[in-house]
Protein backbone atom coordinates (compact mmCIF):
# COMPACT_ATOMS: atom_id res chain seq x y z
CA UNK A 1 0.00 0.00 0.00
CA UNK A 2 0.59 3.56 -0.16
CA UNK A 3 0.55 6.37 3.09
CA UNK A 4 0.80 9.97 2.53
CA UNK A 5 1.65 11.79 5.85
CA UNK A 6 1.06 15.93 6.02
CA UNK A 7 3.28 17.79 8.44
CA UNK A 8 3.43 21.38 9.06
CA UNK A 9 -0.12 22.80 10.07
CA UNK A 10 -0.51 24.82 12.59
CA UNK A 11 -1.72 28.76 13.92
CA UNK A 12 -0.23 31.61 12.47
CA UNK A 13 -1.20 35.55 12.41
CA UNK A 14 -2.53 37.28 9.06
CA UNK A 15 0.97 37.68 6.83
CA UNK A 16 2.25 35.09 8.35
CA UNK A 17 3.90 31.87 6.56
CA UNK A 18 4.11 28.44 6.99
CA UNK A 19 5.87 25.08 5.40
CA UNK A 20 3.97 22.02 4.56
CA UNK A 21 5.28 19.00 3.59
CA UNK A 22 3.59 15.72 2.37
CA UNK A 23 5.60 12.27 2.33
CA UNK A 24 4.61 9.22 0.29
CA UNK A 25 5.82 6.19 1.43
CA UNK A 26 4.96 2.37 0.78
CA UNK A 27 5.11 0.36 -2.55
CA UNK A 28 6.01 3.20 -4.74
CA UNK A 29 7.38 2.79 -8.33
CA UNK A 30 7.06 6.48 -9.79
CA UNK A 31 4.63 9.45 -8.59
CA UNK A 32 3.38 11.70 -11.61
CA UNK A 33 1.32 14.60 -10.03
CA UNK A 34 1.63 15.47 -6.94
CA UNK A 35 -0.54 18.12 -5.00
CA UNK A 36 -2.45 20.38 -2.53
CA UNK A 37 -6.00 20.76 -1.77
CA UNK A 38 -8.13 22.21 0.86
CA UNK A 39 -11.27 21.97 1.99
CA UNK A 40 -13.42 24.09 4.48
CA UNK A 41 -16.22 22.81 6.69
CA UNK A 42 -19.49 23.07 4.31
CA UNK A 43 -17.73 23.09 1.20
CA UNK A 44 -16.20 21.31 -1.47
CA UNK A 45 -12.23 20.00 -1.43
CA UNK A 46 -10.87 22.96 -3.73
CA UNK A 47 -7.59 22.78 -5.61
CA UNK A 48 -4.87 24.75 -4.21
CA UNK A 49 -1.65 23.92 -6.55
CA UNK A 50 -0.20 20.98 -8.19
CA UNK A 51 3.29 20.02 -9.78
CA UNK A 52 4.10 17.37 -12.24
CA UNK A 53 7.37 15.04 -12.19
CA UNK A 54 8.68 17.32 -14.05
CA UNK A 55 7.70 20.11 -12.05
CA UNK A 56 5.54 22.22 -14.35
CA UNK A 57 3.35 23.79 -11.58
CA UNK A 58 -0.44 24.85 -11.31
CA UNK A 59 -1.87 27.21 -9.06
CA UNK A 60 -5.36 28.53 -8.27
CA UNK A 61 -5.48 32.24 -8.57
CA UNK A 62 -6.49 32.91 -5.09
CA UNK A 63 -3.15 31.78 -4.35
CA UNK A 64 -1.03 32.74 -6.89
CA UNK A 65 1.84 34.76 -5.82
CA UNK A 66 1.55 33.80 -2.17
CA UNK A 67 2.02 30.03 -2.04
CA UNK A 68 5.01 27.69 -4.05
CA UNK A 69 4.48 24.04 -4.85
CA UNK A 70 7.82 22.14 -4.82
CA UNK A 71 8.34 18.28 -4.41
CA UNK A 72 11.95 16.15 -3.77
CA UNK A 73 11.46 13.22 -6.19
CA UNK A 74 14.52 11.07 -4.49
CA UNK A 75 11.83 11.68 -1.39
CA UNK A 76 9.04 11.51 -2.74
CA UNK A 77 7.93 14.30 -0.77
CA UNK A 78 5.76 17.70 -1.82
CA UNK A 79 5.88 20.64 -0.07
CA UNK A 80 3.80 24.08 0.16
CA UNK A 81 5.26 27.04 0.92
CA UNK A 82 2.52 29.69 2.19
CA UNK A 83 3.56 33.32 2.80
CA UNK A 84 1.35 36.46 3.38
CA UNK A 85 -1.80 34.50 4.77
CA UNK A 86 -5.13 35.81 4.92
CA UNK A 87 -7.76 34.75 7.24
CA UNK A 88 -9.56 33.29 4.03
CA UNK A 89 -6.72 30.27 4.16
CA UNK A 90 -8.05 28.87 6.93
CA UNK A 91 -8.62 24.96 6.33
CA UNK A 92 -7.65 21.92 6.15
CA UNK A 93 -4.88 21.07 3.74
CA UNK A 94 -4.79 17.91 2.14
CA UNK A 95 -1.86 16.10 -0.19
CA UNK A 96 -2.57 14.24 -3.15
CA UNK A 97 -0.52 12.16 -5.40
CA UNK A 98 -0.71 9.71 -8.20
CA UNK A 99 0.94 6.79 -7.87
CA UNK A 100 2.23 4.14 -9.83
CA UNK A 101 2.43 1.18 -7.34
CA UNK A 102 5.63 -1.82 -8.02
CA UNK A 103 4.09 -4.22 -10.30
CA UNK A 104 1.28 -1.70 -11.41
CA UNK A 105 0.51 -0.58 -14.69
CA UNK A 106 -2.22 2.29 -13.74
CA UNK A 107 -1.57 4.97 -11.65
CA UNK A 108 -3.86 5.22 -8.41
CA UNK A 109 -4.90 8.44 -6.72
CA UNK A 110 -4.01 8.80 -2.84
CA UNK A 111 -4.94 10.94 -0.18
CA UNK A 112 -3.30 11.93 3.05
CA UNK A 113 -5.20 12.57 6.41
CA UNK A 114 -5.04 16.38 6.27
CA UNK A 115 -3.08 19.10 8.05
CA UNK A 116 -5.02 22.02 10.02
CA UNK A 117 -4.18 25.65 8.89
CA UNK A 118 -6.05 28.57 10.79
CA UNK A 119 -5.05 31.82 10.18
CA UNK A 120 -5.85 34.39 13.14
CA UNK A 121 -4.95 37.42 14.91
Known amino acids: QVQLVESGGGLVQPGGSLRLSCAASGSIFSINDMGWYRQVPGKQRELVAT???????NYADSVKGRFTISRDNAKNTVYLQMNSLKLEDTAMYYCNAQVVRNGAWYQYEYWGQGTQVTVSS
Open 51 to 57: ITSGSST
